[in-house]
């Protein structure tokens, strides 16, 4: 992490769902505004549609120095058209 970048790192285990995964992040400590780590789900990192846990990550870039930013991961499932959240975890920037 840096005055102006962070590196968020996950694991998700699809449980056999076709789905990308990502982070929503954002200033705002409970997410009902956020931005999506890879702009829109398509462009986010595809998850093989298995059992088995699969690791991803996100570059952040210009953010605000000093800031506490918040965090989520989150598994959009194609084959129900669901969204699984993971717990809100936060970090602050140098």
Known sequence: MTASGAVLNGTVNPQGANGYAGFYW???????????????????????????????????SGLTSNTTYYFR??????????????TILNFTTQ
């Open 73 to 86: 991961m989150v598994f959009y499932d194609t084959d129900n058209g669901s969204l699984q959240y993971r």
């Open 26 to 60: 954002g200033t705002d400590p409970t997410l009902t505004q956020y931005t999506l780590s890879c702009g829109q789900w398509y462009s986010c990192p595809a998850v093989a549609p298995n059992f088995t846990a699969q690791a991803f990550g996100a570059t952040l």
